[in-house]
């Protein structure tokens, strides 16, 4: 384990500049006896086109890092890019103008407007944002996750795992820079969380899609190109090309 591993990068990040790079990324919650260091120095990149998943003990500070990175929390220290844009420095107009036009999100819950029928819900951050849509690119999701014969049903017409393609299909119609993922599998069976990964992982290596994406799980997080790990708000592991059987390593090491 590489305790002083100061910068995570993917093995051909020469060759796939980064999208999203963190730079000594700190967070403090609360103050003085009652602070909280959920994120302490953190500096990692997200090279376009990869799925990287982030792992690590309860509280180590995996949700922090992500919604520092996404812009839905802010840091107390450190700076946050996505592309050439400094998401630290924006006000909160422009930051929800940057995450509705330039990143997906995918949460566990799915998230989906129940008076909607699937293909509105796809829809519909298109339409908020004023964007036109790729036609092309949505009868190709649409076939991809496999959700042609269910476009017109209500989400409580949807299984759980049809309601998260539906999730994946609304987050990447935009072709976002960065789709960031919360738990997408958790609450599904394992044979639906299979096909959810596939596709996220088909979507990184057909699409281009960069993809970074919270998880307890190793089998889920097996499905990335690389998996980081934090440890009291550290980074302090990395895995390339990881098995369901190398993360579980790691993990109990971290945990021991
Ligand atoms: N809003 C908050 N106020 C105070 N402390 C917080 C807040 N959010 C998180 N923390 C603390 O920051 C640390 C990191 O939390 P975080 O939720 O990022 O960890 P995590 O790795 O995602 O945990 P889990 O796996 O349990 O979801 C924890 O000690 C947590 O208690």
Redesign the pocket.
């Known amino acids: 384990m590489s305790q002083t591993a100061a910068v995570a990068a993917p093995d051909d990040s020469t060759q796939a500049p980064p999208v999203v790079t963190a730079r000594s990324l700190s967070k403090v ?2 103050a003085d006896d009652s602070a ?1 260091r ?1 994120l302490d120095g953190v500096s990692v990149e997200f090279a376009r086109g990869h799925y990287t998943a982030i792992m ?1 003990p ?7 890092l992500m919604h520092c990175l996404a812009g839905l929390d802010t840091a107390s220290s450190g700076t946050v890019h996505l592309d050439r844009t400094d998401i630290t420095r924006l006000n909160d107009r422009q930051l929800t103008q940057l995450r509705r036009e330039r990143i997906g999100f995918i949460f566990q819950s799915f998230n989906l407007l129940p008076m909607l029928t699937a293909e509105q819900n796809i829809l519909l951050p298109a339409q908020i944002a004023k964007r036109k849509v790729d036609r092309e690119r949505f009868e190709r999701l649409i076939d991809v996750v496999g959700l042609r014969d269910r476009l017109d049903h209500l989400p409580s017409k949807l299984s759980g795992g049809q309601q998260q393609r539906v999730a994946v299909a609304r987050a990447l119609l935009g072709a976002p820079e960065v789709v960031y993922a919360d738990e997408p599998t958790g609450n599904l069976d394992s044979r639906s969380g299979a096909g959810v990964l596939s596709f996220l992982r088909d979507s990184a290596r057909d699409m281009g899609q960069t993809i970074v994406m919270v998880t ?1 799980d190793p089998m889920a997080a097996s499905y990335a190109d690389r998996v980081i790990f ?1 440890h009291d708000g550290q980074l302090v592991d990395e895995v390339h090309a990881p098995t369901a059987e190398t993360i579980s390593d790691r993990l109990l090491k971290l945990e021991s």
Do not use: C, E, P, R
């Open positions: 919650y609360g909280v959920a690590g309860s509280g180590s500070g995996k949700s922090t307890h934090l």
